[in-house]
């Protein structure tokens, strides 16, 4: 999880090359979160890494898979806001970095993105919240694979696009 977030940095570093100030505040805010969201809750993310690979009975009370779900989803959701902002923000500055319109889409494509990531740990901390136990870390854990939809659809978008765009 923390290369995934460290390559869409490095990719909007790579891209943009912004360093102004609602730049480096936006990434100061995205490492604060990150290392909110992973130290403090090493413990918690522990156990729904063992809930996955070492199901134990003893592992964690049903109760507490509300929580940790919600801890994970809302960090998740975090990580990917502050994301889609930085990409707003370069999208805003488009005729200063002076973006070609396939730049421009594909900065667009990535607020998208983001923002679609967003969603699907909000949904899985929703669901954590009122689906009951048993069924909770199976119906909240499983909404991760919906990751899949919006990155399909995003990255069919972004293909037909450059296809459009190649001459013979």
Same mark, same amino acid.
């Given at each position: 999880?923390v290369?995934?977030?460290?390559? /869409?940095?490095?990719?909007?570093?790579?891209?943009?090359g &912004?360093?102004?100030?609602?730049?480096?505040? &936006?990434?100061l805010? &995205? &490492?604060?979160?990150? #290392? =909110?969201?992973?130290?403090?809750?090493?413990y918690?993310? @522990?156990?729904?890494?063992?809930?996955v690979?070492?199901?134990?009975a +003893?592992?964690?009370?049903?109760?507490?898979?509300?929580?940790?779900?919600?801890?994970?989803?809302?960090? =998740?959701a975090a990580? /990917?806001?502050?994301?889609?902002?930085?990409?707003?923000?370069?999208?805003?500055?488009?005729?200063?970095?002076q973006? $070609?319109?396939?730049?421009?889409f594909?900065?667009?494509? !990535?607020v998208? +993105?983001? #923002?679609a990531?967003?969603? *699907?740990?909000l #949904? !899985?901390?929703?669901l954590?919240?009122? *689906?009951?136990?048993?069924?909770?870390? $199976?119906?909240?854990?499983?909404?991760?694979? !919906?990751?899949?939809?919006? @990155? $399909?659809?995003?990255?069919s978008?972004?293909?037909r696009?450059?296809? !459009? #765009?190649?001459t *013979?």
């Amino acid at each position: 999880m923390v290369a995934t977030i460290w390559y /869409s940095q490095y990719t909007f570093f790579r891209r943009y090359g &912004l360093g102004d100030f609602a730049t480096v505040v &936006l990434n100061l805010v &995205l &490492l604060f979160v990150v #290392l =909110f969201y992973v130290y403090p809750y090493v413990y918690p993310l @522990k156990f729904l890494f063992g809930l996955v690979f070492q199901p134990r009975a +003893d592992a964690i009370r049903d109760q507490d898979v509300p929580t940790l779900f919600l801890i994970y989803g809302i960090g =998740f959701a975090a990580v /990917s806001l502050v994301l889609a902002l930085l990409y707003v923000h370069a999208f805003r500055h488009r005729a200063q970095l002076q973006l $070609t319109p396939w730049e421009e889409f594909v900065t667009r494509l !990535s607020v998208a +993105d983001n #923002l679609a990531m967003m969603c *699907v740990g909000l #949904l !899985s901390a929703g669901l954590a919240q009122v *689906v009951p136990a048993p069924y909770t870390a $199976t119906v909240a854990g499983f909404a991760y694979f !919906s990751i899949a939809l919006p @990155k $399909t659809i995003i990255g069919s978008m972004r293909g037909r696009r450059a296809r !459009s #765009l190649v001459t *013979v």
